[in-house]
């Protein structure tokens, strides 16, 4: 059984009232401050003020003071301006808020001996909710805070077992020594003529006196004091009984642990003896750790209304082999560059009506394979937006693009990526990590939004380059285009 804290209760008020007066202080404290900081700034200023206002005050010129005026009381924290003349008669009252009452700061402007008028500046009064909404951070952390004591409390001021049993025996022998003295009282006569001890009989709750009998059953008020010792050696017996019975609870409870732990041991026993089975679960094929030596490179053309279909023959096989002298190019040129050193091209790429796929390759451990993967699909997507453009504008057939690089093992799935989520001119990306960490510091590329597979979950699109790789590219891209088999 899990008791309380001793007064747990009268603790939290004690908590509470310690918050309470903890923000008190921090109020008036902080108003003090500003308060103080309010009036030498208002004196600073009435001081300035009059040094300003001086000429016109003393020529008494409305405008020149009520321009001065506004410029001063631009500031929050002045509710109202006054200038008077020598007189005491109102030049210019100005203010933010006039009928705001506040501390009133007043100064007499002289020139030489001669007084020449008066100017009161009135500061706002300080809101207290204003001070609670500036400290409201230190406010909520002391109330964490005491909160944390309180709970604190709670927990560590709970009576341990010992503690607990300790009382219980104090509570045993208080009422043993208080029934006692009620017998010694009320049958003390009797102790003499009696065999036992009175004391050690009533201790015992039996009572053996014969003649104490006769006794009883001539004063009635003797029936009531074996009745009160019976009562209270019924109590301590029954107290005795919990404790006997906590402490059964408690070592039951302690066998079943021990049981528990035993089961748990066994569980994990059978746990290892199954781990040595032969039946682990395989690698995932999308796992984000595989492999890889080969990266595809597909490039398909965006063809919303199937016109590539429509084409003859001979308007769609010169358009095919001008993507494919294109696509040639761009790989040769592409793969001469110093940063690409170690990659090559597997096959030789060509168009189709379904697009064309490069596969490229890494010769050793630090070929950047994947890095030369996108820089190809982007490098064509480049030079077909420059054809598409020129086609256009000489009224011939030409289709835009988009492109897709993957490790050669999710080939078939970037296929389908460019199908379902790929847009004109768009360049996805589906590499392992390895791959990424290859153009982590080359390319910037963002998720799918609300992707609905594990593949668009995984897949990126390409989202811009650092200035090398762009110069890189265009670089390329204007050899090819500049190259005489292009011009062919």
Not at 198 to 221: E, H, M, P, T
Request: charge should be negative; charged fraction near 20%.
């Amino acid at each position: 059984m899990t008791y309380l804290a001793p007064r747990q209760g009268l603790f939290a008020i004690i908590i509470l009232v310690s918050f309470c007066l903890q923000t008190l202080l921090l109020v008036i404290s902080t108003d003090q401050q500003l308060t103080k900081s309010r009036e030498q700034k208002g004196e600073q200023m009435i001081t300035q003020l009059i040094d300003e206002a001086r000429l016109s005050l003393e020529n008494k010129d409305r405008v020149s003071l009520s321009v001065i005026a506004n410029r001063y009381t631009s500031e929050q924290d002045i509710a109202r301006l006054v200038i008077k003349d020598n007189n005491d008669d109102i030049l210019v009252p100005v203010g933010n808020a006039p009928m705001q009452q506040g501390i009133t700061i007043s100064q007499i402007a002289t020139k030489g001996d001669v007084v020449i008028g008066s100017v009161a500046l009135t500061l706002k009064d300080i809101s207290k909710g204003e001070i609670i909404a500036m400290q409201w951070l230190f406010i909520i952390g002391s109330l964490i805070f005491h909160l944390l004591l309180w709970v604190a409390y709670g927990y560590i001021a709970r009576p341990t077992k010992a503690q607990i049993n300790a009382l219980s025996r104090d509570i045993d022998d208080h009422h043993r020594e208080h029934s006692k003295q009620a017998g010694q009282s009320r049958y003390g006569r009797h102790s003499v003529d009696s065999n036992t001890p009175v004391n050690d009989d009533i201790s015992n709750g039996n009572i053996r006196n014969d003649d104490g009998l006769s006794n009883n059953a001539a004063n009635g008020s003797a029936n009531k004091g074996i009745n009160t010792a019976a009562f209270h050696d019924g109590v301590n017996t029954y107290v005795n009984s919990q404790q006997d019975s906590e402490q059964g609870t408690d070592s039951q409870a302690s066998r079943s642990n021990n049981n528990g732990a035993g089961d748990l041991e066994t569980d994990r026993t059978h746990g290892q003896m199954n781990s040595g089975n032969k039946f682990t679960p395989s690698r995932s094929k999308l796992s984000s750790t595989r492999s890889f030596d080969n990266v595809s490179v597909q490039i398909v053309f965006h063809d919303e209304f199937n016109m590539l279909e429509r084409l003859t023959p001979e308007m769609r096989m010169p358009y095919l082999a001008l993507c494919t002298q294109l696509l040639n190019q761009a790989l040769n040129e592409l793969l001469t560059l110093p940063l690409l050193l170690g990659v090559s091209a597997v096959n030789k790429p060509f168009f189709d009506e379904n697009g064309a796929c490069a596969v490229l390759k890494a010769n050793n451990d630090h070929a950047k394979v994947a890095l030369a993967g996108v820089m190809l699909g982007k490098l064509y997507l480049m030079l077909n937006k420059i054809i598409h453009t020129k086609h256009i504008e000489l009224s011939r057939f030409a289709l835009p693009a988009k492109a897709g690089v993957s490790d050669q093992g999710q080939a078939s799935a970037m296929r389908q990526l460019l199908e379902t989520v790929g847009r004109k001119e768009s360049l996805l990306i589906l590499l392992p990590n390895a791959g990424l960490k290859q153009l982590s510091n080359h390319i910037q590329v963002h998720n799918l939004k609300r992707p609905t597979t594990v593949y668009e979950r995984e897949c990126t699109v390409f989202d811009g380059g650092n200035a090398s790789i762009m110069e890189r590219l265009a670089d390329v891209r204007n050899a090819v285009l500049m190259s005489e088999s292009t011009e062919e």
